[in-house]
């Protein structure tokens, strides 16, 4: 019997090309196929899991999800043997991420006709969005690399905000310079002041995210000695796939009917579609959940794709919108978004800027404080529900992504009425003078006898 402080030994995994199957050492500096230019995925030595049963995995992750032990404490690394088996602990750096909540919304539910709706909350966590998850892995990798006499003199990565703030600060706690490449006045100034409080070095380009990107890939294959930290880098969706298995572990190993993703570069989706599949295969789950892909109508490369049968994908010129983390025309995961969407019988669905908006003002009556980007992804099941896709009875997870207090402004002129949109649910303070009358007047008028 294997208790929670023992590491399964036998556990490998190697990166291994999407379009060619060709596989390479873990601990070779790659992004791409050498041979085709392909997309790399961390491949696991699954057999190697399989000799615990599928009870003594759930015994297991249960144990270290109630131990302060390091690494079992976070989240990611309870799942250490099913994320990066062969990393030494002392390598590994984390700032608690993982173990998000996943909360109940009965009421929306019951308005929506669903049986059960919950939000998987991965924006409360260290920086405040689901790319710690990612990153902790990545800078964990970073470190074991450098260890191995790999010389990295700094990680860099392109970035609509969250990336970086998460970069920035795990490198940090590592002691390993970072460059990041942001577009200029296209993040919001939470976003901003994280990596420089982390004193990386921030380059504001006069482009967007696509720009940015193009930029930072040109740079670290012209210097190999610059990593690169972009989900372009397989490494970050072995931590980001943790949670589906988070959230199958939190449903007691059920999953829901439908899972809801909001989607820019599309490695989340791959990361979601990689954990469940691995959970399957661990025997851990019987079934995988159907998974919508929800887009931002002025961002939405893959709806469009999706609408032409998903062969390829055109990208396009991102239009600014409120969900600026997914402000992506050229998603670099297509190839991996594309195998989950078909496994998974998966949809794209799109919201616009009014829709996204008030969909997030609409959870918030729930208690939540919802980002942009979960506003997307509430609009996309809202759309589905209302359009039979999702049928009354079924189950909906939807991943909340970043935190609302990172979005406090555009959230603030939602409310002042200052977007150009229809808010439906305005809420404005009040202006009054401090007398008693007034006041009582107000709360009568307001709130009734
Ligand atoms: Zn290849």
């Known amino acids: 019997m294997t208790d929670e402080t023992t590491t399964i030994s036998g556990a490998r995994a190697h990166l291994e090309c999407l379009e060619c199957n060709r596989q390479y050492d873990l601990y070779q500096v790659l992004y791409r196929c050498p041979e085709c230019d392909g997309l790399l995925m961390v491949e696991h030595k699954e057999d190697a899991l399989h000799t615990l049963s599928a009870t003594q995995w759930k015994n297991v992750f249960s144990a270290r999800m109630a131990s302060f032990d390091h ?44 049986a059960q709706l919950w939000l998987k909350q991965c924006g409360i966590t260290h920086t405040g969005s689901f790319k710690d998850l990612g990153m902790t892995v990545l800078v964990s990798h970073v470190r074991s690399l450098r260890a191995r006499g790999i010389p990295i003199r700094a990680v860099a990565c392109a970035s609509t905000g969250d990336t970086s703030a998460a970069l920035a600060a795990y490198a940090a706690a590592a002691d390993i310079p970072t460059v990041v490449f942001l577009p200029a006045g296209k993040i919001s100034l939470a976003q901003l002041v994280q990596p420089i409080s982390n004193r990386s070095l921030v380059l504001s380009l ?49 999953v829901p009917d439908w899972v809801v993703i909001p989607g820019g570069n599309l490695g989340n989706v791959s990361a979601l579609g990689a954990g469940f599949r691995m959970l399957k295969n661990a025997g851990l789950i019987d079934r995988f959940p159907r998974i919508c892909v929800a887009q931002s109508a002025n961002a939405n490369p893959l709806y ?63 208690g939540m404080f919802t980002d942009p980007h979960t506003g997307v992804a509430l609009a996309c099941l809202f759309k589905l529900v209302n359009s039979g896709v999702i049928r009354s009875r079924e189950s909906v997870a939807v991943v909340s992504t970043a935190h609302g207090l990172k979005f406090a402004d555009s959230k603030t002129a939602y409310h002042a009425g200052q977007l150009p949109l229809r808010a439906e649910y305005r809420n404005e303070p009040v202006q009054l003078p401090a007398d008693e009358q007034r006041v009582l007047q107000v709360l009568h008028e307001r709130l009734g006898d």
């Not at 940015?212 to 931590?239: F, K, Q, W």
């Not at 670099?332 to 998974?344: G, W």
């Open 304 to 366: 469009e794709s999706f609408r032409a049968g998903l062969n390829e994908l055109t990208p396009m010129q991102a239009r600014s919108t409120l969900a600026s983390a997914i402000q992506i025309g050229n998603p670099v995961s297509f190839p991996r978004a594309r195998r989950t969407l078909r496994e998974f019988d998966g949809v794209v669905e799109q919201a616009t800027e009014e829709e996204l908006a008030n969909a997030a003002a609409r959870a918030d009556l729930h």
């Open 206 to 254: 006069d482009t967007d995210f696509d720009g940015c990107m193009a930029i930072v890939r040109a740079v670290t294959s012209a210097d190999p000695a610059l990593y690169l930290a972009n989900s372009l880098n397989p490494l970050r969706i072995e931590g980001q796939k943790t949670v589906s298995i988070e959230l199958a572990q939190q449903l007691n190993w059920k």
């Open 71 to 114: 690494p079992w404490s976070s989240g990611v690394w309870g799942k250490k043997e099913w994320v990066l088996p062969e990393i030494q602990d002392e390598h590994i750096v984390t700032l608690g991420e993982g173990r998000s909540p996943l909360v109940g919304l009965p009421r929306l539910a019951g308005e929506l006709g669903l």
